[in-house]
């Protein structure tokens, strides 16, 4: 079996080799010539596996290690009767670490507490359930919005649900996980317009981490470079990698989609595709998630005086990820290399980043009261 698979892909060989020769290419760059006679096609978001790429290709199956899958076309892939397989929450815990990171991050900055804000969550799939969850468990109060999940649930989803005007009206901070989805009822395309971007009330922090589409970025840059008077963290834009750098200069976290960019998020991405091709082929996958993924380089953390949640939380998120590190990247590297290699940069040498969940939190003393909460919050906790 012939397979081209994505540079960016780690662990591949070891996944992936059992099944045939491998041909590693950047994502960007691959294209109908390198898969005309190839087997399987393994890619991440940054490769549009479209008509034009599939023209002439004899391809079997294709997998993305990734979430989102707008960069396939699936009816292409129907037509040729190409088996496919994304990976579905592959990365959600890392997406929401790096929520947690850059709330903590702004609440510090500007001078308010995390834990006395209103959340609302716009898309409550794999990213959207895990981060409510983790916010409900440091007591956040919150508010979700998933207009095709209620229309599934009926009267229950009423009353799990709101309508997005309704979280834009009461949320202190919006977060958007949704797919781009370009049409039909519940599309995302600019779901965040000019009306509803001049509609946040003043001193809100929206982010986005689902895709940058999503959002009217046009009317964004008007309201922050205009009244200014509401923040923004971006990690997904319109037109990656050539991003919009005015905006970026306005925005306050500004980072190259790498929110889910942990190695843990992308090793079970690799994995997970690897089971999807052994099943395609009849075979057993040839390696188990725990032999791919290596032990923390940070292993555990004491605390041992009672201190304050929002103290004690930002201790551990900074313990495994800081955002910060990842905007200052961005910012270094485009200075450095210009937007578009700059952004592309940053993804394809991405520091080596863990989940909270491979921090094991020692508590003793008066910190003891704290385990409920950072459980809650994703970390690993041993009280007394
Ligand atoms: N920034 C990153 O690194 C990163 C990482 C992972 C995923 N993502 C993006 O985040 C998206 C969400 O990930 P997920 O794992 O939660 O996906 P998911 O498919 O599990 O959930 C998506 C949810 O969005 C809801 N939704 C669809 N249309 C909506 C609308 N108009 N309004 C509100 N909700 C709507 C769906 O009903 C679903 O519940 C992915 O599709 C991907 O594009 C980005
Ligand atoms: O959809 C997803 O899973 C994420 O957007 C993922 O982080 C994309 O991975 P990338 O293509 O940026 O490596």
């Known amino acids: 079996m012939k397979l081209i698979v994505d540079a960016n892909i780690p662990a591949a060989e070891r996944c992936f080799g059992a099944f045939g020769t491998l041909t590693r290419l950047p994502g960007r760059e691959i294209s109908a010539e390198h898969i005309r006679d190839a087997d399987a096609l393994i890619v991440r978001s940054i490769t549009q596996v479209n008509e034009s790429l599939l023209a002439e290709s004899a ?13 396939i076309d699936h009816a292409a892939l129907a037509r040729r009767n190409i088996a496919f397989a994304s990976a579905p929450g592959c990365n959600a815990d890392a997406v929401v670490d790096y929520v947690l990171s850059s709330l903590l991050i702004l609440a510090e900055r500007d001078g308010w507490s995390l834990l006395a804000r209103t959340v609302g969550v716009v898309g409550v799939g794999n990213v959207g359930s895990r981060l409510l969850a983790r916010l409900q468990a440091l007591g956040v109060k919150t508010l979700a919005c ?7 649930m009926g ?3 009423d009353q799990a649900f709101a309508p997005l005007d309704t979280l ?10 949704t797919p781009l989805v370009k049409d039909g009822p519940h599309a995302t395309y600019q779901l965040l317009d000019a009306q509803r971007i001049n ?4 001193g809100t922090v929206l982010l986005n981490a689902g895709r940058g589409d999503c959002i009217d970025e046009m009317a964004l840059r008007g309201r922050l470079a205009g009244k200014g008077d509401i923040s923004a963290v971006l990690d997904v834009w319109e037109n990656e990698p050539s991003i919009d750098a005015s905006l970026r200069d306005l925005v306050a976290l500004a980072t190259p989609h790498i929110a889910g960019h942990s190695l843990d998020g992308k090793l079970r991405g690799t994995w997970m595709i690897q089971q999807a091709l052994a099943d395609h082929g009849g075979q057993v996958a040839p390696e188990a998630f725990t032999d791919i993924c290596p032990p923390p380089a940070v292993a555990s ?6 201190l304050p949640l929002e103290d004690a939380l930002r201790l551990c998120t900074r313990a495994v990820y800081d955002v910060r590190r990842d905007h200052d990247s961005l910012q270094r590297q485009m200075h450095r290399q210009g937007v578009k290699v700059g952004f592309d940069t940053c993804r394809a040498d991405y520091p080596l980043r863990r989940e909270f969940a491979t921090l094991m939190v020692r508590l003793s003393g008066g910190a003891a009261e704290l385990e409920a909460p950072l459980r809650g919050a994703g970390f690993q906790v041993q009280a007394g």
Request: hydrophobic share 35%.
């Open 146 to 152: 998933d207009p095709p999940r209620a229309a599934a």
């Open 301 to 306: 953390l004491h605390l041992q005086e009672a």
């Open 199 to 202: 509609e946040l009330a003043p």
């Open 168 to 177: 834009i009206e009461r949320c202190d901070v919006l977060c958007l996980h």
């Open 155 to 157: 009267e229950k989803g």
């Open 59 to 71: 391809l079997r199956f294709v997998g993305t290690c990734t979430i989102g899958t707008d960069h």
